[in-house]
Nanobody
Framework: QVQLVESGGGLVQAGGSLRLSCVAS????????MGWFRQAPGKEREFVTVTSTSGGTTYYADSVKGRFTVSRHNAKNTVYLQMNSLNAEDTAVYYCAAGRRMYARRNYDYDYWGQGTQVTVSS
């Protein structure tokens, strides 16, 4: 069992930056690929990015490529999402998730989910 807790969300102006964190419980964090998803009001949850177990391989949705960076610190059981050049379309609840398959983009590919953290970008 893995429990995930996100933090770092908030209100930011367009063009600004935020860094989200996701802390995992348990001793098996390093065996999971870690993904970030987001869900905007009235929309389905969508894939944002995923990082391999070591952090050496990452994969991004086209909508965030070049602006967002995912990283992880296995000794701290933490995965991060650095978000730069934010715009109103990035407004959503952001979720971290733990899974077993690299490059997984679908919700059902992930076994554990956090409760989400709200990111609001004002234009």
């Amino acid at each position: 069992q893995v429990q995930l807790v996100e933090s770092g969300g908030g209100l930011v102006q367009a063009g600004g930056s935020l860094r989200l964190s996701c802390v995992a419980s348990g001793r098996t964090f390093s065996s999971y690929v870690m993904g970030w998803f987001r869900q905007a009001p009235g929309k389905e949850r969508e894939f944002v990015t995923v990082t391999s177990t070591s952090g050496g391989t990452t994969y991004y949705a086209d909508s965030v490529k070049g602006r967002f960076t995912v990283s992880r610190h296995n000794a701290k059981n933490t995965v991060y999402l650095q978000m730069n050049s934010l715009n109103a379309e990035d407004t959503a609840v952001y979720y971290c998730a733990a899974g077993r398959r690299m490059y997984a983009r679908r919700n059902y590919d992930y076994d554990y989910w956090g409760q989400g953290t709200q990111v609001t970008v004002s234009s």
